[in-house]
């Protein structure tokens, strides 16, 4: 199993960043392989818990320090996701690639582009996804940047998946 940069070897129980061993300890292997059989699939605490402990009483604590210990080995932030995402009080998926996003096209050729309205001494930046009676505005806070937001995959499916139900 591949995706980005890693492969998961199952018969040697080794995860790899291109031929380099990646250190996992057994349980972040499962935890990360039962993510990796399908991904995109939002699997429950419960799923993994009972897929990787199966018959043994463990706390959901212990699954959030194999998944900070597998974001951790894939170089991944919890606050931008490349690889984990975490659906909070739901599960956890593995993140597929932008290719594999059913109905979206590649993040780079569809980022809108950027338009700025002045307010006083303060440029604000906008972009216009789609066409159709409804307006959707996204403050993410006083300092942002829009084209960042086309690159972190579950922003990006988002505003993919409106421009889709706005055109």
């Known amino acids: 199993m591949t995706f980005g940069p890693f492969r998961l070897d199952p018969v040697s129980g080794h995860l790899y960043r291109n031929d380099a061993i990646v250190p996992l300890t057994p349980k972040a292997f499962a ?4 993510l990796a059989q399908q991904p995109g699939r939002l699997f429950s605490k419960h799923e993994l818990l009972e ?4 018959g043994v009483f463990v706390g959901d604590a212990v699954l959030k320090v194999i998944i900070r210990e597998i974001r951790k080995a894939l170089g991944d932030d919890a606050h931008a996701p ?3 995402e975490t659906a909070h009080r739901r599960g956890y998926r593995l993140i597929p690639a932008s290719a594999e996003l059913p109905g979206a ?19 604000i930046a906008y972009q216009v996804v789609g066409s159709g009676p409804l307006d959707l505005v996204f403050v993410m806070g006083w300092v942002s940047h829009l084209e960042y937001f086309w690159n972190e995959p579950s922003f990006a499916r988002f505003l993919s998946a409106w421009r889709r139900y706005r055109a």
């Open 31 to 34: 935890v990360l392989q039962h």
């Open 51 to 54: 897929a990787v402990w199966p």
């Open 82 to 84: 490349r690889f984990i």
């Open 105 to 123: 096209a590649p993040m780079t050729a569809t980022v809108p582009s950027v338009h700025y309205a002045r307010s006083g001494d303060v440029n």
